[in-house]
C-alpha cells in the first residue's frame, strides 16, 4: 500500500474511530442513565407504597391506644409505635380540636412543625403533603366520639437523588476519559501503521548510502515493496550505477591523460633526437659534401613535419575533446562523400602501396554530418591500415550497410589486425597495438581517436572487428537525422 493512501486512510480512522467510541459511550451512558432513572422511579413508587401502608398501621395503633383505657404512655401500642418512629427517625402527633394530645418520636424542630400543621390545616386535616423536603401525612380519625387529627412526619431520603448525580457526573468524566483515551490509542496505532512502513525503507535507504559513501560503488539495494520508496530506491540504484560509471570514466580519462603526457613524450623526442643528430653532424662536419648536407637538411625538414603533423592532430583531438572544434552538419549523400575521398586521395594511396575496392553504394543514401570532419575520418581509417600493413601491398574494401535510423560506413582491410584484447582500447588515444612504441613512424596513436570523437559530435559510434584469417574491419555508424541531446 503506497504511504499517500496509508496517510489518507489514517486521517479518516483518526476522525471515525473516536466519534465512533464516543457515540457509542453515549449511547451506553443513556442507556444506564435510563436504566438508574427507571430504577429510581420503580423506588419512589415503592417507597410510597410502603409509606402508605405504614401510616396506615401508625393510624390503626393510635386508634388503638386512644381507645384503650389505660395511659398513652404506658399502652403497649404506644411502646411499639415509640420504637419504630425513633428508628426511622419519625414523629407522629395526634392532635384534637384544640391541642396536642400526645407527640411520638422525633424529627422535626418546632418551627418546621408549625409550618407542617398550618399546611395540614390548609388541606382540611387529611392527606400528604411535601415541605421543603419533608413528607407530612394527616388523617382525620374519630374515637369514643371524639375527633382526632393524626399527622406522621418523615425526612425525605435525599442520599439515594445525591447518589444519583454522582452517577450522572462519573459517567461524564468516564465518557470524557475514555473519549481521550480511545483518541490517544488511535494515534498511536496509526502512527505505527504509518511510520512502520517507512522507518524500514529509511533504514535501507540509509544504509545504502553508507555504503556508497564508504565506496563500494557496486552495492544496489534491493527492495520489494509497492510504495512510493520503490522508486526512490530504484533512483539509488539507478545514481550508484551513474556515479560508478563516472568514477570509472574519471580514473579512465586519468589513465588516458598518463598515457597521452607519456606518448607525446616519447613520439615528439624520436624525431627531435633525430633533429638534433643531424644539425650536430652539419655543425660537427660530419656532412662534408653539399650531398650530404642536402640530404642532412631534407632529412631534419622531413623530421621537423613529422612533429608539425603530431601537433596538429594533438590540436585536433583536444579541440574535439573540449568541444571547441566548430561543426556544420548538414544533409550529405554518403555515396558521392565516399568517392569524393578515394578519387581526391587514389593516386597517392596506390603509389604507397593501398588498393581501395568501393563496392555498390546507393547514391541515395543520406546522413546528418558535417562533410569536413566525416572526411577527415574516413581518411584516418584509410591511413591506418596503410600504416600498419604487414606487406608491401594491402587491399581496402569500403561499403555501406542502411537501416531505418542510420548508415553503416564499413571499410576492411586484409592487413595484421590487432589482437582481440586490444580491441576495446583501438580507439584510445596514443593507443598502438605496439605497446613498446618502438615504430613512431607507424603513427601517432592519435588517428583512430579523433575519428571516434567525429563520430560522437555526429551522434554515431564506432567499433572494429577482427576478420578470419585476418584483416580488420572498421564500422562507423552516422545517423540519418540531426540528434538532440
Do not use: W
Not at 476519559?177 to 502512527?191: E, G, K, S
Amino acid at each position: 500500500m503506497k504511504i499517500k493512501k496509508r496517510l489518507f486512510i489514517s486521517n479518516i480512522l483518526m476522525l471515525i474511530i473516536p466519534a465512533m467510541v464516543s457515540i457509542l459511550m453515549i449511547l451506553g451512558s443513556l442507556l444506564l442513565f435510563m436504566n438508574v432513572i427507571y430504577k429510581q422511579l420503580m423506588d419512589e413508587i415503592l417507597e410510597e407504597n410502603k409509606l402508605e401502608y405504614i401510616h396506615r398501621i401508625l393510624v390503626e395503633q393510635s386508634k388503638k391506644f386512644l381507645d384503650s383505657d389505660e395511659e398513652v404512655t404506658d399502652s403497649a401500642q404506644y411502646h411499639a409505635v415509640e420504637k419504630y418512629l425513633i428508628s426511622h427517625k419519625m414523629k407522629l402527633e395526634i392532635y384534637n380540636d384544640t391541642e396536642i394530645f400526645c407527640t411520638i418520636g422525633s424529627g422535626n424542630d418546632s418551627e418546621t412543625e408549625a409550618v407542617l400543621f398550618s399546611a395540614m390545616e390548609s388541606l382540611g386535616g387529611e392527606g400528604i403533603i411535601s415541605i421543603d423536603g419533608s413528607c407530612l401525612y394527616g388523617e382525620k380519625i374519630l374515637v369514643n366520639g371524639g375527633t382526632y387529627h393524626v399527622l406522621i412526619y418523615s425526612n425525605s431520603d435525599m442520599r439515594e437523588s445525591q447518589l444519583n448525580e454522582l452517577l450522572v457526573k462519573n459517567i461524564l468524566v468516564i465518557l470524557c476519559v475514555m473519549i481521550i483515551a480511545a483518541v490517544i490509542v488511535t494515534n498511536r496505532f496509526l502512527t505505527k501503521f504509518i511510520f512502520r512502513k517507512i522507518e524500514a525503507p529509511l533504514d535501507i535507504l540509509t544504509d545504502g548510502v553508507h555504503q556508497i559513501r564508504d565506496g563500494n560503488l557496486d552495492y544496489r539495494i534491493t527492495y520489494s515493496g509497492k510504495d512510493e520508496f520503490q522508486t526512490v530506491c530504484e533512483a539509488f540504484n539507478d545514481m550508484a550505477a551513474r556515479l560508478k560509471e563516472s568514477v570509472e570514466i574519471t580514473q579512465k580519462n586519468d589513465q588516458n591523460r598518463k598515457e597521452l603526457i607519456a606518448g607525446i613524450s616519447h613520439d615528439l623526442r624520436t624525431p627531435l633526437t633525430s633533429i638534433k643528430a643531424y644539425i650536430e653532424g652539419l655543425l660537427e662536419g660530419v656532412a662534408a659534401t653539399p650531398q650530404m648536407q642536402q640530404k642532412y637538411m631534407k632529412t631534419i625538414l622531413a623530421k621537423a613535419n613529422d612533429i608539425d603533423r603530431m601537433v596538429d592532430k594533438l590540436f585536433l583531438f583536444s579541440k574535439l575533446d573540449l568541444g571547441n572544434c566548430p561543426f556544420y552538419p548538414e544533409k550529405l549523400n554518403i555515396g558521392q562523400e565516399i568517392l569524393s575521398v578515394i578519387t581526391s586521395n587514389e593516386k597517392e594511396y596506390r603509389e604507397k602501396g593501398m588498393q581501395i575496392l568501393c563496392k555498390d553504394i546507393s547514391q541515395d543514401m543520406e546522413v546528418y554530418a558535417d562533410p569536413v570532419q566525416l572526411r577527415s575520418a574516413i581518411t584516418n581509417i584509410l591511413e591506418n591500415s596503410l600504416k600498419y600493413r604487414d606487406s608491401e601491398t594491402v587491399a581496402v574494401e569500403i561499403y555501406c550497410e542502411d537501416s531505418a535510423e542510420d548508415v553503416s560506413i564499413i571499410i576492411e582491410d586484409n592487413g595484421p589486425g590487432v589482437p582481440s584484447e586490444a580491441l576495446p582500447k583501438l580507439f584510445d588515444v596514443f593507443y598502438r597495438s605496439d605497446p613498446s612504441r618502438n615504430n613512431p613512424n607507424k603513427g601517432s596513436g592519435l588517428g583512430l581517436a579523433i575519428t571516434a570523437k567525429i563520430l560522437e559530435h555526429f551522434g554515431g559510434s564506432v567499433r572494429a572487428e577482427n576478420l578470419q584469417p585476418k584483416g580488420l574491419r572498421i564500422i562507423m555508424t552516422i545517423p540519418k537525422e540531426e540528434q538532440h541531446e
